[in-house]
């Protein structure tokens, strides 16, 4: 595709004849015969020019190109008219227009100007995400840290961030996947339209496909009147479906349908609606073993998995603890007016030893806490909770000249498989790369020491 066009004219058949000769040019082309109307769809559909006749009933080209500068100024607007004077350019670049073409319409000479200004749009975009970039030294939006494995998340999202292609965000819980959505959303092409949010495992089954899809008038008791479902809502801008490996399995087979077809059928409907969404889904399983065992299908597991992003756990971080540790509490501190500016340096070798199985998420909890408990300037230990007061690393010892301290290779054996699945937070697919056996030797291996649900999610 070589862009996104909306062509504007109040002659229908003009329209049409200009989507008849872009659409062969690789042009995804929309059109509308009222300014008005152009608008309200830059509000709601991601474009990358507006080719606008000068001469129109109502609002004219000039005033339309205007509008759309005044709020849409990263779209570029080029101008179509009759008249190729030099008093018309002017206008035309006083307007704000990226370019002007005069009539007759040549399509070749109209096909390269919009492609000049598609590409002249990317590198607005681009400049502006490497400025972004340069002023956050690094940082990815909220998304904070600058451990090595941080750094190559950050310079992943800086590198998908502009592209439609679905994204699946995986990482035990806590670790900032709904932050990472809203950043990739915000940097995204479609940061001008709405973020919608939903959590699939805290929607009843029964109101889940309604949520999602809508519904019509008289679907089912209490349905008065007709409703958007969020697929609509969010045109324009992105869906996120958080704790997707949740959804229930009668509806997969919808939802799959509707990522294929880019369009949905309410509940008690007859008729599709479009949609235009940028999908980006979130788990904290192993969606790779749900696939497996026939809880989650394979062909909409590869539907949403066309950009994979990978959260590290925080005890993989490093001194990220620690920067986010001093991050929550400069927050907290100017919400409770407190002057707490720092952290002892013995509750940072607390926070530094401690596993976070909540991920940042606990730490942030553990700051609020410490924040609103500590009665000096900087943290102590003892504003910490009792557990990261008195946490110790399981270790499996194996170096010892005390013969009562070792144990046979069964029990060896029994600890580190159970201290590697502490380190990858239960992810039995990591689990068994990690130990470099098979998934069903993992199985078996957890059942034998009594994990619960060895063989499910975790």
């Known amino acids: 595709m070589t862009g996104r066009v909306l062509v504007v004219d109040d002659e229908q058949s003009m329209c049409e004849a200009l989507e008849a000769g872009l659409a062969p040019k690789g042009f995804d082309v929309r059109w509308t015969t009222s300014a008005v109307e152009a608008l309200e769809l830059l509000g709601k559909v991601e474009l990358d020019v507006v080719l606008t006749d000068l001469n129109m009933r109502g609002m004219d080209g000039l005033e339309l190109c205007e509008r759309i500068v005044a709020n849409r100024p990263d779209v570029p607007v080029v101008l179509v008219t009759a008249f190729g004077t030099l008093d018309t350019a002017i206008a035309a670049m006083r307007a704000g227009a990226y370019d002007f073409i005069t009539k007759p319409v040549k399509i070749d000479v109209l096909a390269l100007a919009l492609t000049r200004a598609v590409q002249h749009r990317t590198l ?3 400049v502006k995400r490497l400025r972004r970039l ?3 030294g690094g940082q990815f939006e909220d998304v904070l840290g600058q451990s090595p494995v941080m750094r190559k998340v950050h310079e992943f999202l800086g590198r998908v961030a502009g592209t439609e292609a679905s994204v699946l965000i ?11 959505a809203r950043a990739l959303h915000r940097r995204g092409r479609r940061s001008a339209g709405p973020f919608v949010a939903i959590n699939c495992a805290a929607v009843p089954e029964t109101l889940l496909e309604s949520e999602l899809f809508g519904h ?5 008791t209490d349905a008065r009147v007709a409703r958007a479902g969020l697929f ?28 294929q077809e880019r369009t949905v059928r309410p509940v008690g409907g007859n008729e599709e609606v479009p949609f235009d969404v940028r999908l980006v889904a979130a788990t904290n399983r192993d969606l790779e073993s749900a696939v497996e065992e026939g809880h989650f299908r394979e062909d909409l597991y590869f539907r949403i998995n066309v950009i994979h992003v990978a959260l590290p756990p925080l005890r993989a971080r490093g001194g990220d603890v620690l920067l986010l540790a001093q991050h929550f509490l400069g927050q907290f501190a100017a919400q409770s007016g407190k002057h707490v500016t720092g952290i002892s340096p013995a509750a940072a070798e607390r926070l530094m030893s401690y596993a976070w199985p909540g991920n940042v998420r606990e730490l942030q909890n553990c700051m609020e806490r410490a924040v609103a408990l500590t009665q000096f300037e900087a943290i102590a230990v003892d504003d910490l909770p009792e557990k990261i007061r008195g946490y110790r690393r399981s270790h499996v010892l194996v170096a010892s000249d005390d013969p009562t301290e070792l144990v046979p290779l069964e029990e060896v054996e029994r600890r580190y498989i159970l201290r590697v699945m502490e380190a990858v937070g239960g992810n039995k697919t990591l689990a068994a790369q990690t130990l470099g056996i098979g998934r069903k030797t993992l199985y078996r291996k957890l059942e034998q020491y009594g994990v619960a649900d060895a063989r499910g999610e975790e």
């Open 232 to 259: 609509v809502q969010a045109s324009g801008g992105t869906l996120f479906l958080d704790e997707i490996a949740d959804l229930p399995l009668a509806l997969q087979p919808k939802l799959l349908r509707a990522l």
């Open 124 to 126: 607005r975009e681009e």
């Open 216 to 220: 019509a008038r008289g679907a089912f």
């Open 170 to 180: 995986t990482g035990e819980s806590g670790t900032g996947k709904e932050v990472v």
């Open 134 to 136: 340069v002023e956050d």
